[in-house]
C-alpha cells in the first residue's frame, strides 16, 4: 500500500542541538514536500522538492535545510534547534494535475525544542 | 502573496443537522482540495476540485475559480465527523503546490 512514513512521531531536543526529521514515500511520486502546522495557521510550506538531488525553499526556509537523496527519501534538518521551532511537521508527497491529485501526507511529527 | 482565509476557525454542531465551511481565495486558485486531520493526525483527502462540485456520502464540495471561492457541506452531522478540516488550493501560477487555510475545528454534539 503507497504510503508516507514520518519518524520520529515525536521528539524532544535542546536549545541549539540538531535535529533531523525523515520521510519515506512508497508512491513513487516525483514531489515531496515539508510543511510545518501551528494553531491558527494553516500548514506553511518549508521545503520541498522535485525529485533526487533537488530542494527547493518554500515559503518559511530559514532555520531548515532539506535533503533528497533518493525518489523516496526527503529529510527535514534544523541545524540550529530554536524553541520557535516547536510544531508539528508533515511530510507529503504528491503530483498534482489538471484532473486530479495524488498527495499524501505522512502522520506528522510533534517536535518539542526546550 | 496568495492567500487562503478559511471560515468559521470553530464550528459546533448537534447531531443530525448541518453546515457549511468556506474558503475564500485572493486570487485565482487552478483547484482546491479539503482535507480532514484524523484521530491519529493524519491528514486524509477529501475532495479534489478543479472546477463545479463532487460529493461523497454526506459531504458535498463546491469550487467557484472565477468567483474565488469553495465550500464545504456537512449533511446529517455524526459525532465521528468531529476534528480539523483543512481547505488548501493549488495557485494559478507556478507549479501545483498547495497553499493551506487555517482549518476548522469541527465539534459534533449528541
Known amino acids: 500500500e503507497a504510503a508516507v512514513t514520518q519518524s520520529p512521531r515525536n521528539k524532544v531536543a535542546v536549545t541549539g542541538g540538531k535535529v533531523t526529521l525523515s520521510c519515506n514515500q512508497t508512491?513513487?511520486?516525483?514531489?515531496m514536500y515539508w510543511y510545518r502546522q501551528d494553531t491558527g495557521h494553516g500548514l506553511r510550506l518549508i521545503h520541498y522538492?522535485?525529485?533526487?538531488?533537488?530542494?527547493e525553499k518554500g515559503d518559511i526556509p530559514d532555520g531548515y535545510k532539506a535533503s533528497r537523496p533518493s525518489q523516496e527519501n526527503f529529510s527535514l534538518i534544523l541545524e540550529l534547534a530554536t524553541p520557535s521551532q516547536t510544531s508539528v511537521y508533515f511530510c507529503?508527497?504528491?503530483?498534482?494535475?489538471?484532473?486530479?491529485?495524488?498527495?499524501?501526507f505522512g502522520s506528522g511529527t510533534r517536535l518539542l525544542v526546550i | 502573496g496568495d492567500q487562503v482565509e478559511q471560515s468559521p476557525s470553530a464550528l459546533s454542531l448537534h447531531e443530525g443537522t448541518g453546515s457549511a465551511l468556506r474558503c475564500n481565495f485572493t486570487t485565482t486558485m487552478r483547484a482546491v482540495q479539503w482535507f480532514r486531520k484524523n484521530s491519529r493526525g493524519s491528514l486524509i483527502n477529501l475532495f479534489y476540485l478543479a472546477s463545479g462540485t463532487k460529493e461523497n456520502g454526506r459531504l458535498k464540495s463546491a469550487f467557484d475559480s472565477k468567483e474565488r471561492y469553495s465550500t464545504l457541506h456537512i449533511r446529517d452531522a455524526q459525532l465521528e465527523d468531529s476534528g480539523t478540516y483543512f481547505c488548501a488550493a493549488y495557485s494559478s501560477s507556478g507549479s501545483w503546490q498547495l497553499i493551506f487555510g487555517s482549518g476548522t475545528q469541527l465539534t459534533v454534539m449528541p
Open positions: 508512491n513513487n511520486h516525483n514531489n
Open positions: 522538492s522535485y525529485g533526487a538531488g533537488s530542494t
Open positions: 507529503a508527497s504528491g503530483d498534482a494535475g489538471p484532473a486530479n491529485s495524488d498527495y499524501t
